[in-house]
């Protein structure tokens, strides 16, 4: 009876441990179809409120990601849209609290103004910081354009290192 109960416990055990991997795995298969790419983008629109727009993702999810469009938006409307964006990056480093970037390049960004700020973060006094180790790789943007409320005049620039 003991030898019975003991490979029950083993078997519950490997399908309690397994779940999860496995949760994980029809996720990825899911963000690799039209479907599941499409559901991203809605997903992303509604858990922002609307101050994330994904357009036209495409690539190999997680670590080799293409976006069409993405654009911040505040109360005031769009304020930075990024055009022919590209992620290739390491996620499994992530555990290891660094965030490893090998490519990260855009064919346009436009930074048409600041963000209004929202009343919550009026009042926060606290500066930002990223909790983990951030390497790039290769960075590059093809066309970035600043307009004058943010650099003071127009200015049209291209990163690339």
């Given at each position: 009876?003991r030898?019975?109960?003991?490979?029950?416990?083993?078997?519950?055990?490997?399908?309690?441990?397994?779940?999860?991997?496995?949760?994980?795995?029809?996720?990825?298969?899911?963000?690799?179809?039209?479907?599941?790419?499409?559901?991203?983008?809605?997903?992303?629109?509604?858990?922002t409120?609307?101050?994330?727009?994904?357009?036209?993702?495409?690539?190999?999810?997680?670590?080799?990601?293409?976006?069409?469009?993405?654009?911040?938006?505040?109360?005031?409307?769009?304020?930075?849209?990024?055009?022919?964006?590209?992620?290739?990056w390491?996620?499994?480093?992530?555990?290891?609290?660094?965030?490893?970037i090998?490519?990260?390049?855009?064919?346009?960004?436009?930074?048409?103004?600041?963000?209004?700020?929202?009343?919550?973060?009026?009042?926060?006094t606290?500066?930002?910081?990223?909790?983990?180790?951030?390497?790039?790789?290769?960075?590059?943007?093809?066309?970035?354009?600043?307009?004058?409320?943010?650099?003071?005049?127009?200015?049209?620039?291209?990163?690339?290192?």
């Open positions: 009876m030898r019975v109960t003991t490979r029950w416990l083993v078997w519950i055990f490997v399908l309690l441990a397994g779940l999860p991997l496995l949760a994980v795995m029809l996720a990825l298969f899911a963000a690799n179809t039209q479907h599941g790419r499409a559901w991203i983008e809605q997903t992303v629109s509604t858990l409120a609307g101050e994330v727009v994904l357009t036209g993702l495409y690539g190999q999810f997680p670590d080799s990601m293409r976006l069409g469009r993405l654009e911040l938006r505040d109360t005031d409307g769009p304020w930075l849209v990024i055009d022919d964006l590209a992620l290739d390491t996620p499994l480093r992530l555990l290891t609290w660094t965030a490893e090998d490519r990260l390049e855009a064919g346009y960004i436009a930074l048409d103004r600041l963000p209004t700020p929202s009343p919550q973060a009026e009042k926060s606290a500066s930002a910081s990223l909790p983990i180790a951030v390497i790039v790789r290769r960075l590059r943007v093809a066309r970035l354009d600043l307009a004058p409320p943010v650099a003071g005049i127009a200015a049209s620039l291209a990163i690339d290192g």
